[in-house]
């Protein structure tokens, strides 16, 4: 995706996150809106892919 769009992206997701109603809303339903960079979301998934992968093998477990 070209820098452009992810920036584009980004900033309206930040307008709409800033909203309280949708902050509100969220919230009511169990999401916490943490606001961050699209280069901070990428080493989050990062981390999250390589933690959770050791997970499923230690724990021997396959897809069907």
Known sequence: TPGAAIARMHDEIVRVLGRADIREKLLGT???????????????????VAKWGNVIREAGLRAK
């Open 30 to 48: 169990g999401i916490e809106v943490i606001g961050s960079g699209p280069e901070q979301l990428a080493a989050y998934m990062k981390s999250e």
